[in-house]
């Protein structure tokens, strides 16, 4: 029996953010007959907006405004992993809102994010907190040389990030990404870096896509290639980790598990995001359900969706003028293209996304 009451079609999803990952989400609710109503503060003509019902456009401590919209709706997720924890504890008292704040409050920040996994029994990076140059520099001088110093909260695509190598001062490092709490991480040696989605529900029932390997480019996802292609004994493992992860958090909606494979075939977790993925787009063509479809089921209290893969496929972001390619892609047999909607490509703008299908192999 599920912890959530299962909705009908004809029930709204509030969605909390409004970009790309929650147009895809109200696009995958639309074909199983539900409606969704987006609130952000910037949620005007944003992409998610564009394919949904309603839109609030409020901010985060907008108390009234977040018991409006609750209490408009039939169940609230998130395309986000940075919504305030506090407005969701508010949503709660209004309405179900999953994945709930103890996922967020792991997920937002870093620190939290790395004791969690390690005290599952899981590897990381050699990590430590760091709250200034100093302590930046003493954990350089206890990992090094080569470290990454990332922001404790938010940053992603590489933001709020600086490399330190026997070349970089500490300080200049510190100082470089503007925070007040950052966290030091050792370099891994890796022969590549794959992730796993897994879809759980109100009833702990929990199905898992096979790791697919991701390269990048300027800090930014460049190519997904699913699946992965490493050996039988890591893609279970990953699989494993990332099951392992979910479960702990108690999550209810879709988790994506971002892993360094080292050259032994062991995994180590380098980040998670309790939303959506990029990694996670090519299952809109090659699986039989997609991420999108699997996190609209866990919200609604349906069954998962199965994930049975009917092709191999490679997904390649469009950033930037990389949009600009539509009619070629349009024009090339069996792309499949989508895009996101965005009004102005701007160097590091993900506009869209496609991908390539290929016979199954395994």
């Known amino acids: 029996m599920s912890r959530i009451p299962t909705l009908a079609p004809g029930a709204t999803i509030g969605m909390l953010g409004a970009g790309q990952l929650g147009r895809m989400t109200a696009l995958a609710a639309a074909q199983l007959g539900y409606k969704t109503h987006v609130y952000a503060p910037d949620a005007a003509d944003s992409p998610a907006a564009q394919v949904s019902a309603a839109a609030t456009i409020a901010g985060w401590d907008d108390l009234d405004a977040l018991e409006r919209f609750a209490r408009s709706v039939d169940a609230v997720t998130l395309e986000w992993e940075n919504v305030p924890v506090a407005t969701v504890e508010h949503l709660r008292r209004f309405a179900t809102v999953n994945p709930g704040p103890n996922v967020l409050a792991v997920a937002q920040d870093r620190v939290a994010e790395k004791s969690f996994v390690n005290g599952l029994g899981i590897g990381t990076a050699p990590w430590r907190a760091a709250h200034s140059a100093a302590e930046v520099a003493a954990a350089v001088a206890e990992i090094g040389p080569r470290c990454?110093?990332?922001?404790?909260?938010?940053?992603?695509?590489?933001?709020?990030?600086?490399?330190?190598?026997?070349?970089?001062?500490?300080?200049?490092?510190?100082?470089?990404?503007?925070?007040?709490?950052?966290?030091?991480?050792?370099?891994?040696?890796?022969?590549?870096?794959?992730s796993v989605i897994v879809a759980r529900g109100g009833d702990g029932a929990m199905v898992a896509y096979p790791a697919v390997e991701n390269r990048h480019k300027d800090g930014i996802l460049d190519v997904t290639i699913a699946p992965a292609k490493i050996a039988p004994a890591t893609l279970a493992e990953a699989e494993r980790v990332a099951r392992r992860i979910a479960e702990a958090l108690d999550l209810i909606g879709v988790l994506a598990v971002e892993l360094?494979?080292?050259?032994?075939?062991?995994?180590?977790?380098?980040?998670?995001?309790?939303?959506?993925?990029?990694?996670?787009?090519?299952?809109?063509?090659?699986?039989?359900?997609?991420?999108?479809?699997?996190?609209?089921?866990?919200?609604?209290?349906?069954?998962?969706?199965?994930?049975?893969?009917?092709?191999?496929?490679?997904?390649?972001?469009?950033?930037?003028?990389?949009?600009?390619?539509?009619?070629?892609?349009?024009?090339?047999?069996?792309?499949?293209?989508?895009?996101?909607?965005?009004?102005?490509?701007?160097?590091g703008r993900k506009m869209g996304h496609v991908t390539r299908l290929f016979p199954k192999t395994s």
Request: charged residues 20%; proline residues 6%.
């Open 260 to 347: 360094f494979v080292t050259p032994d075939g062991g995994v180590l977790v380098n980040e998670m995001a309790p939303r959506p993925h990029n990694s996670g787009h090519w299952t809109m063509d090659a699986c039989a359900s997609s991420q999108f479809e699997q996190l609209v089921r866990a919200v609604c209290g349906l069954p998962l969706g199965s994930v049975e893969r009917v092709a191999d496929a490679e997904m390649t972001n469009l950033i930037g003028d990389d949009v600009l390619q539509w009619p070629a892609l349009l024009a090339e047999p069996g792309a499949r293209l989508h895009l996101y909607g965005k009004a102005e490509a701007r160097p």
């Open 148 to 194: 990454v110093l990332k922001s404790t909260r938010l940053g992603y695509d590489g933001k709020g990030q600086a490399r330190i190598d026997a070349t970089v001062d500490p300080a200049q490092a510190w100082e470089s990404i503007k925070t007040s709490a950052a966290i030091v991480e050792g370099f891994v040696t890796f022969a590549c870096e794959v």
